[in-house]
């Protein structure tokens, strides 16, 4: 069965601070894995995507797929990245795309 | 491109009624989802749609819960009756064919009470 897995609800971190929001996941096959986020009064948007491994706002993730994780990471938090972060998995090839429980992030001046 | 439309973006009603969601998509996307988003579960999909046609409600939580895609430009979401445990935002999606992301409207919050 698919799913995805945040362990954090909440993660709190001081602007500069290193921040790791951890993301699990089960699926048997070639997954593609992204990264979501929602901004206050925005609309959930796409944040970067593992096939694309690039860095978006200072933001990583790696797709590791024998610890099955794909944890967004970046070095220094900025104040404008306090959003909610979501986790979503999607099969190779199909259309059918979860989401995990998402992860709220603020940064404290 | 106004990107995905949702109405309303508030809904106040009382236990038992009816309620209808609506939804446009992308014009040119193919795939239509609706997702669930509570403070417990997150973003819970349930159900999805390709060119029309309902490809997966194993999400829809219970036979009150009905959805409809009757052209490319439009689909519902429909809860009859409603309970308080329904609310929620409730969002609609759309992305084209292929490995691409899903672009999101701006949620209708339903109070049930």
């Known amino acids: 069965a698919q799913r995805v897995t945040q362990p954090e609800k909440l993660l709190s971190v001081f602007k500069g601070a290193p921040v790791e929001l951890k993301c699990n996941y089960s699926?048997?096959?070639?997954?593609?894995l992204f990264w979501y986020v929602q901004y206050s009064r925005q609309r959930l948007q796409l944040l970067l995507r593992?096939?694309s491994r690039e860095s978006i706002k200072g933001f990583t993730a790696d797709l590791n797929k024998g610890e099955t994780s794909f944890h967004l990471k970046k070095p220094f938090a900025q104040e404008e990245d306090s959003a909610m972060y979501y986790c979503a998995l999607r099969g190779a090839g199909g259309f059918k795309t979860i989401f995990g429980a998402g992860t709220r992030l603020f940064v404290k001046a | 491109d106004a990107g995905v439309i949702q109405s309303p973006r508030h809904e106040v009603t009382e236990m038992g009624q009816e309620v209808t969601l609506r939804c446009k998509p992308i014009?040119?996307?193919?795939?239509l989802f609706w997702y669930r988003q509570t403070m417990m579960r997150g973003l819970e999909l349930l159900i999805y749609f390709n060119n029309n046609v309902p490809i997966d409600d194993s999400g829809m939580p219970e036979d009150r819960f009905s959805a409809k895609m009757p052209n490319a430009s439009f689909s519902t979401l429909k809860i009859q009756p409603s309970e308080p445990r329904d609310s929620a935002v409730y969002f609609c999606?759309?992305?084209?064919?292929?490995?691409?992301?899903?672009?999101f409207g701006s949620g209708t919050q339903l109070s049930v009470l």
């Open positions: 014009s040119g996307h193919n795939s």
């Open positions: 593992h096939i």
């Open positions: 999606a759309s992305s084209p064919d292929g490995p691409e992301k899903l672009f």
């Open positions: 699926y048997s096959g070639s997954p593609e």
